[in-house]
């Protein structure tokens, strides 16, 4: 008889997978990657009548001495919370590498936040020394788990400056994420966040006016949009002098379906894989860097079965006979 694992977000709090194993894994990941050892396309979706909407299909098949295998399937309805809903929602399914038999089904975007933000914390590692500052534009899941990585892998950080649309929201994160390296400091306008900042991350919903515009960012900073194209004006895309994404064939379209036109200089990209194995000239300090996390399921995958084999280890789970 057949059966799977069935987790959810509790069971996978629950495990407690540390920031340091998870950020070990995802660089394994990325150096795997390099090396070609691991199976990506890139995501394909559906776009339902809903306005904006989409669903995307992620599968990955990661090889090295721990293989894993498996798809995420993410869904995104912006204006759900209206309807008491979340507006984005995820699974993971996981296949026996050996035998391709489903082995886990588990909830996906505890995963995804965690892994988004430590994503842009190892690739931050690489490209910046001793940062004094951080600006976060947004204080969802995402803020929250941006502020915990970078602090784990930047103890220099003095001050945070946190910016939201709602001054109760930004005062609230600030109480509540006191502790840890660098006061936060709420601001009243993303300008003031950004222009003090040596690393910029955001993590806003679409708007009509970007909160990032030209000339913001100061010299040697990077900028993370983990919105990818929300938080930055059509206008700032030639403040940058490089971009360091970890999809190098998906993020021009990304680009260009903002401005309209091919306006990316591809030259200018460098993979975030090479990086992290230092295969890649390592970019300059000087300039402003663009910092893609498109978001690339192989990094999903491998941190999904680490926790999926921590659970049986832990007993958390409940079993579910397939036939």
């Known amino acids: ?120 914390a190892v690739t931050a590692k690489r490209l910046v020394d001793q940062p004094k500052t951080l600006g976060l534009l947004g204080c969802g899941g995402l803020g929250i788990r941006s502020l915990q990585f970078m602090r784990h892998v930047f103890p220099s950080l003095e001050t945070v400056y946190v910016s939201s649309k709602r001054p109760e929201s930004r005062e609230q994160f600030c109480i509540d994420m006191e502790k840890g390296p660098g006061k936060l400091v709420p601001v009243d306008t993303p300008r003031e966040a950004v222009v003090n900042s ?27 949009p983990l919105d990818i194209l929300n938080s930055w004006s059509a206008d700032a895309l030639g403040d940058f002098d490089r971009y360091v994404v970890d999809n190098v064939e998906a993020f021009p379209g990304l680009i260009k379906r903002k401005m309209g036109r091919d306006a990316l200089d591809k030259n200018a990209m460098i993979s975030t ?5 230092q295969a890649a000239s390592q970019p300059p300090r000087s300039g402003r860097t ?30 579910f006979q397939i036939r």
């Not at 089904?105 to 430590?118: K, P, S």
């Open 1 to 120: 008889m057949s059966s799977m694992t069935l987790l959810s977000e509790s069971d996978l709090v629950s495990v407690d997978l540390s920031f340091d194993d998870m950020l070990a894994l995802i660089e394994q990941t990325y150096a795997l990657q390099d090396q070609g050892g691991v199976d990506v396309p890139t995501k394909i979706g559906v776009h339902p009548s809903y306005p904006k909407s989409f669903l995307h299909a992620m599968p990955a098949w990661v090889g090295g001495p721990e293989p894993s295998l498996g798809m995420k399937w993410i869904s995104y309805y912006p204006g759900n919370t209206g309807r008491g809903l979340p507006d984005s929602t995820g699974i993971i399914l996981l296949n026996d590498p050996e035998t391709g038999q489903p082995v886990c089904m588990m909830e996906g975007m505890y995963l995804t936040f965690l892994r988004t933000a430590a994503c842009a």
């Open 198 to 224: 040596d690393i910029v991350v955001t993590s806003v919903p679409p708007t009509s006016a970007p909160p990032v515009e030209p000339g913001m960012l100061r010299d040697g900073s990077l900028f993370i």
């Open 273 to 277: 894989q090479g990086v992290v194995s």
């Open 290 to 319: 663009f910092v893609g996390v498109c978001g690339i399921a192989s990094i999903d995958i491998s941190i999904a079965w680490t926790m999926y084999q921590r659970a049986l280890q832990l007993g958390f789970g409940t079993p």
